[in-house]
């Protein structure tokens, strides 16, 4: 698997904003290192490692939104204020990043099915002879 060579799209034909497709191709970088030292990197993970980053842009479009405008809008016009729709885009991009994160095996609860795990070497300790059972 880790001989797959995934091309990187065009984030400044998909992006405008040179801020959103430089963020993209920071996280299109850590998520292909990731998946490489896992050892999960393969052809067939291109659209959903794409689609992961996108999420990833908007997430933080949408949170930067949010932590300067809160998550209530106020206005001068009506008394009580109205959900900020970034709000809602943030949380929706969120719930996609976890589910993809989880097919990629990029959350530490599906890593572990994802890849195989590393054991140490057993070392030798005292207690270990002296639980052993006598040989006569």
Known sequence: MSDATLSEPDWPSIYPDLADSTEAASQWG?????LSAAGTLADANGHTVR??????VQYGKAAKHVAEHGAILASKRAKI???NPFWSAMQHA???????EAKLGLDPLSRGKATKVQRGKKKARAADAYLKPKSD
């Open 81 to 83: 204020g109205q959900w």
């Open 51 to 56: 689609r992961l980053v996108e999420f990833r």
């Open 94 to 100: 969120d719930t996609h990043i976890v589910v993809l």
């Open 30 to 34: 850590a998520v292909m290192a990731d």
